[in-house]
């Protein structure tokens, strides 16, 4: 364990030093003439899940119950505390370098980085060697749900719903199965989906969309979800960036834009 740790912390060094150097032989690769201009003044709209149910139900678990998430999924419930801060996330958006993909406050660049959101989601550290990649065949929604529900076509094809462009499935629906389902571990499933789809990942005020369940129905491989919860925080900065005004849909731990 000791020499994997060592391997990876030379590597690392390895990394940075040809990265340093390959910039001062090579310059940017950005255009010959750009000029980086950060906004004075961003402004965000913050709407997000009501997240009191949650809360409750997460309240009113057993410590069994508990421990057996904490296993599974981490220490994500924590993140039902957390105050969002609509300050803090017009920050973001007006310091983001889109150019070099980090925040920069002066002459000050600062990166966000998986280690970073690995503590931030308290992760499983069984989940640090796989990394989630989109299947080439995935199953439907209505398939994937239940899977993760272990409930019946039936049932689970009458509560699919249709938003916009995208399938999803309402909350009160996950709500309503945590609350009645005999099966303590799919009980606790459907929880860590219900996290995942309106704090993570949120597209749509109380419903639970379909990407976030193609993500979610392979965490029972080991893989960690934290290099894509990174991506869609770049992607949705860059969002921001590209446009004047900047309506952000929240849900509690992420941007979504």
């Known amino acids: 364990m000791e020499n994997k740790l060592l391997d990876k912390v030379e590597n690392s060094a390895v990394v940075r030093v ?24 961003t402004y965000i709209s913050v709407t997000q899940n009501n997240l009191q149910e949650l809360k ?15 296993y599974n999924y981490g220490d994500l419930p924590y993140l039902l505390d957390i105050k969002v801060d609509e300050h803090l996330f017009r920050a973001l958006a007006q310091f983001w370098n889109s150019a070099y993909s980090c925040f920069t406050f002066g002459e000050v660049d600062l990166v966000p980085t998986l280690e970073k959101y690995t503590n931030l989601l308290r992760c499983p550290r069984i989940q ?23 409930m019946s076509e039936q049932w689970v094809a009458g509560r699919v719903k249709q938003k916009g ?11 309503d199965l945590i ?14 989906l219900s996290i995942y789809g309106l704090m993570i990942f949120p597209r749509a ?23 894509v919860i990174l991506a869609e925080t770049f992607r949705s900065l860059n969002a921001c960036r590209s446009s004047e005004l900047l309506p952000i849909e929240r849900a509690s731990s992420d941007t979504k834009t």
């Open 128 to 150: 640090e060697d796989k990394v989630y990649s989109k299947a080439v065949n995935i199953p439907t929604f209505v398939k994937k749900l239940m899977n993760i529900l272990a």
């Open 179 to 192: 609350l009645v389902h005999p099966d303590t571990k799919k009980k606790v499933d459907v929880f860590a």
């Open 56 to 70: 409750k139900i997460w309240a009113q678990w057993d410590d069994e119950t508990k421990q057996l998430f904490y």
């Open 205 to 227: 005020l109380g419903y639970v969309d379909e990407a976030v369940t193609d993500l979610f129905n392979r965490l029972d491989k080991r893989v960690t979800p934290v290099p």
């Open 18 to 41: 040809w990265s340093e150097k390959t910039q001062l032989e090579k310059g940017d690769s950005l255009m010959e003439g750009y000029t980086l201009e950060l906004w004075d003044f």
């Open 165 to 175: 462009d995208n399938k999803c499935i309402p909350w009160k629906s996950l709500r």
